[in-house]
């Protein structure tokens, strides 16, 4: 015994006790531990009834376990027909469903950049089966990585062919940026970088011998397909457009269609706090013939018309999203998770009138007839139901849609709800398959879940939203927060709500139920997120590529990796699990 604890003893035993009676929360009545665990909410008496048996066993109250299930948002008909075992079991499938304790038992893995990365503020998601990632490398060079629940794969090293202006390497290119298309083209816009160079000592500037234009490179690296190595993509497989523009030209904003057409945003520098657009087209002769364009169909727009000029930071342009086949591009405000404006007027091959529309609905959320402006985004999921009566004379078909919608109403704080709007067609005319881009042509939305806890932030990256590929998760990410709502859109959408939220989470005069978050480290400054799946969320930060696994088999792992050396090659496959009979 050391003198620390001989000193601990003595305090000890002049006050009276002994280490055996010290008070401990496990050595307390069970009734008193079901009472402090019946205060606690539902996350952490989840929390707690994984840490030990006593806990557990202070769990095992039919009160206690009614007063948590029913604190979570499902359906709660039939709970009351459940042994009490069950009932325990049906609380945990549900507080897992929901991600309670997720900030504790969710794994994160954290990839450092290759030493050569530019920035991963460049890095851009694409969607898919397996989801992509591109980052910009030195050298003019982009590295693509394929995402899955399990590991990520490099899959593939891009180098543009141009060559420099006062060179004969490609390392006088800068990446501007990167951007895949709905077919998952790879389009990357470099801009020249100009070599210092020693300038004559005179007071006077020759005006005429400075440079006013520049050539912006456009560069598209198709996705390829071969029956022995499935989809790849090639340095021997790009296109090239030159974009001659001003020199004091800022690009901002990159989109690209899946028929060439691309779309620049830049900072205009005639007009402060102003963006121009410009639409490119792509001339398939002419790429067929060489794959190179010196001069593309270049058609200029302007800020969106009903966009008054005193809204000042309001009009900058972004980011930029080409939909509906390529006929609709959906513009985005700096730090919008949703798009501000549209215009369906996007083929630069086309005359037509280049007019912009805001993104912009009327939604009675208070149910008193006062209608609050919205923007609402692309619906994020959607159903079909056959054989709708409805009190008409044929049966038809009916779509639901399920969106994001932010209100916009000056006066009124920017809350953001899951809206739902409906679309009938008559069942000879329907397809019977749902089409998410239709769903945002409705202007008849109504407000479903508020989603409680939600921030517009005001930092430069303002506010990063992914959504999952089955709709049943949204995470939101500002400079200091990770949050993350969880719902079943199956049951949300059909109407009944007061059976699936909690009646502390449910409005039965709005008919609105409200979502609460859960919060997740953060890891850094988030950039950009996506979801692989409902469990796996990754992200792009300024620390690397981080990875958050909230399945039922998590438990708070934490592990430093390295995309240098623990990202897979294009070439290595994985081992089958073999069953090893002893």
Same mark, same amino acid.
């Given at each position: 015994?050391d ?13 009276g #006790? ?9 050595t307390?009545?069970?009734?008193? &531990?079901?009472?402090?665990t ?14 030990? #048996? ?5 769990? =095992? ?5 009614? !007063? ?8 709660? =008909? ?65 590295? @693509?990585?394929? &995402? ?6 490099l899959?593939?090293e ?7 202006? %006062? ?45 006013? *234009? ?15 190595k ?56 002419v ?20 966009v ?7 009009? &900058? ?16 405000k ?17 005359? %037509? ?37 409805? !009190? ?44 998410? %881009? ?7 939305? #109504? ?15 303002? *506010? ?17 927060? &990770?949050?993350v ?31 609460r ?28 590529? @981080? ?10 792992e934490? %592990? ?17 699990? @073999?069953?090893?009979?002893?």
């Amino acid at each position: 015994m050391d003198h620390n604890e001989e000193a601990e003893e003595g305090d000890s035993l002049r006050m009276g #006790k002994s280490k055996e009676n010290s008070p401990s929360l496990l050595t307390l009545p069970i009734e008193i &531990l079901q009472t402090i665990t019946w205060h606690l909410d539902a996350s952490a008496f989840f929390t707690s009834i994984l840490t030990c #048996k006593r806990f557990m066993d202070a769990a =095992l109250s039919r009160r206690n376990i009614f !007063h948590h299930i029913l604190s979570l948002p499902g359906i709660r =008909l039939g709970l009351n027909d459940l042994e009490t075992s069950e009932l325990l079991l049906a609380f945990r499938q549900r507080a897992a469903k929901n991600l309670c304790g997720a900030s504790v038992f969710a794994d994160v893995t954290r990839y450092d950049p290759v030493p050569s990365t530019i920035s991963f503020s460049k890095a851009v998601f694409s969607p898919g089966s397996p989801a992509q990632l591109a980052t910009a490398q030195d050298f003019a060079t982009v590295h @693509v990585y394929e &995402l899955t629940s399990k590991n990520v794969r490099l899959k593939a090293e891009l180098q543009s062919h141009c060559c420099s202006w %006062e060179a004969d390497a490609s390392t006088d290119l800068d990446i501007i940026k990167i951007v895949f298309s709905s077919s998952r083209d790879l389009a990357v816009l470099y801009k020249p970088r100009r070599p210092a160079k020693k300038q004559k000592l005179s007071p006077f500037v020759d005006e005429l011998a400075k440079p006013d *234009t520049q050539v912006l490179k456009l560069v598209t690296f198709h996705r390829l397909y071969a029956s022995t190595k499935g989809y790849f993509y090639s340095s021997h497989q790009q296109e090239t457009r030159d974009i001659i523009c001003d020199i004091q030209i800022e690009p901002v904003g990159l989109a690209i269609a899946s028929n060439g057409n691309a779309c620049i945003a830049y900072k205009t520098p005639v007009v402060k706090d102003s963006t121009e657009m410009l639409l490119i087209g792509r001339n398939a002769k002419v790429m067929d013939a060489c794959s190179y364009d010196s001069s593309p169909r270049i058609v200029v727009l302007r800020d969106p018309p009903s966009v008054g000029s005193h809204q000042g930071p309001g009009r &900058l342009i972004f980011n930029m999203q080409f939909l509906r086949k390529d006929k609709t591009l959906n513009f985005y405000k700096p730090g919008y998770p949703i798009h501000s404006y549209f215009t369906n007027s996007c083929d630069p091959e086309k005359s %037509e009138n280049r007019s912009s529309q805001e993104n912009r609905v009327m939604i009675d959320v208070e149910k008193d007839e006062y209608w609050l402006r919205f923007a609402v985004g692309m619906p994020f999921i959607g159903f079909h139901s056959r054989n709708v009566a409805d !009190h008409r004379p044929a049966p038809f078909c009916r779509y639901y849609y399920l969106a994001i919608g932010i209100s916009e109403s000056l006066g009124v704080r920017s809350n953001v709800f899951i809206v739902q709007t409906e679309r009938d067609f008559p069942q000879s005319q329907c397809k019977h398959t749902v089409e998410l %881009e239709k769903g945002r042509r409705s202007t008849n939305w #109504k407000a479903l879940a508020l989603l409680a806890g939600w921030r517009q932030s005001t930092s430069s990256l303002g *506010t990063v939203m992914a959504i999952s590929p089955g709709g049943g998760r949204i995470a939101a990410a500002t400079w200091s927060q &990770l949050l993350v709502w969880t719902f079943d859109p199956g049951l949300l959408h059909q109407g009944s709500l007061q059976h699936y939220f909690p009646e502390h989470d449910y409005n039965s005069k709005k008919g609105i139920g409200r979502l609460r978050p859960t919060k997740l480290s953060t890891e850094g400054v988030i950039h950009n997120m996506l979801w692989v799946d409902e469990t796996n969320l990754y992200a792009t930060t300024d620390q690397g590529l @981080v990875k958050w696994d909230m399945g039922y088999l998590s438990d708070g792992e934490r %592990e430093n990796l390295s995309l240098a050396y623990d990202a897979w090659p294009e070439t290595a496959v994985e081992m089958p699990v @073999v069953n090893v009979i002893p």
